[in-house]
């Protein structure tokens, strides 16, 4: 039943999103991650209690909070040096590692971050 009803939701905003030009599917779990899929060519479907996306992202049912369309990603390009210390925060204000970018790309999980430069400067990332 919950598939079904996930299944009219997605239908449903689809054919709302449609009319407006959105370039993402935002999918946020009940733990804060959050997960950016551009909707150019995407196609979802459900497979063993999982959200499957065709870029290979996979989101259990069970721990989807919510999903809504946005229309952009928000900063469009800043250059950062790989060695300089940063903060690296969640979308939710959480910081995850204040090592240098290169030294934590490694270690974070699938989502989208924001990196904070001794500078000032921000950037937002997405790791897929």
Known sequence: MKRL???LVITSLVSVASAT???YLTLE?????????PISGLT?????????ANDGTVLPLSS???MYFT?????????TTADSPSGIYTLSGILVSSLSLDASLPSLPKGI??????SGNT????IR
């Open 44 to 52: 979802l479907t459900f497979n063993n209690g999982n959200l499957v």
């Open 71 to 79: 229309e952009t990603s928000g900063i469009s390009s800043i250059s």
């Open 64 to 66: 989807l909070l919510k």
């Open 5 to 7: 009803f996930l299944a």
């Open 29 to 37: 779990n009940t733990d804060g991650n959050m997960v950016s899929l």
């Open 113 to 118: 971050y924001i990196v904070k430069q001794p």
């Open 21 to 23: 030009d959105y370039n």
């Open 123 to 126: 950037q937002k990332i997405h």
